[in-house]
């Protein structure tokens, strides 16, 4: 089985801090990307990695980076954490022909 | 560029009942398509996908979806629904040689009731 872990299931931080999301997957699978989901609006795509040190910006960029080092791991940064950033944020992972694999989530609070 | 339309945001239907959830989408090139569902305070797993061929696709726990591609439409179907059906259901779609982007719905709230 694809396994897709994330690093926290609730996270809170304040206004202003730095914040590092981690997703780590099992399957060796090229591509990974980053969501954010919130209520009315479904998925919307922040960034996506189809390579190790490659990224493409999805459709919500702003106030967001990534870092992919190695293959099994991509990560989200927030470089300074705003209240707009409140959010449940989905990892996932493919390897090939779109099939998704999605990992638990994690929802964060900017307070 | 592609888009998705779930016609409904939320849909309340008895148990046993058949339920359809519908979903249209916008292309100007060959799709693929998908069905995933989230169960509450969980990541979203594939249900179903149309890739190519027969356009009845039959997916887990008794779901089955249609491609229609003069309507561009691809509704999810399950002939007896239980309440462990309850969850969030997201069309989404992908251009065949393109991105390995999807594009996926607003969602439908489904909620079985006894």
């Known amino acids: 089985d694809v396994k897709v872990t994330q690093s926290s299931r609730y996270l809170v931080k304040r206004t202003g801090e730095k914040v590092f999301l981690e997703c780590v997957q099992d399957m060796d699978h090229e591509n990974m990307f980053w969501y954010r989901q919130d209520p009315g609006l479904g998925l919307r795509l922040i960034y996506f990695?189809?390579?190790?040190?490659?990224?493409e910006k999805g459709d919500i960029p702003e106030g967001y980076s990534v870092s992919r080092e190695k293959k099994e791991r991509f990560s989200l940064i927030l470089e300074s954490a705003s209240t707009n950033q409140t959010s449940m944020y989905l990892c996932a992972s493919s390897l090939a022909r779109y099939e998704q694999y999605f990992g638990p989530g994690t929802r964060l609070t900017v307070t | 560029a592609q888009s998705v339309t779930q016609l409904d945001s939320q849909v309340p239907v008895f148990e046993e009942a058949p339920v359809e959830l519908r979903c249209n989408y916008s292309s100007s090139v060959s799709v693929y398509l998908f069905w995933y569902v989230q169960y509450p305070n969980q990541g979203l797993q594939l249900l179903l996908k149309?890739?190519?061929?027969?356009?009845l696709v039959k997916g887990i726990n008794g779901f089955e979806a249609e491609f229609n591609k003069s309507q561009t439409s691809f509704h999810l179907r399950k002939p007896s629904v239980h309440i462990s059906d309850t969850a969030e259901y997201f069309c989404a779609v992908g251009s065949q040689g393109g991105s390995e982007k999807l594009v996926f719905g607003k969602g439908t709230k489904l909620t079985v009731n006894p």
């Open positions: 990695s189809y390579d190790v040190k490659m990224k």
């Open positions: 149309y890739l190519s061929g027969s356009t």
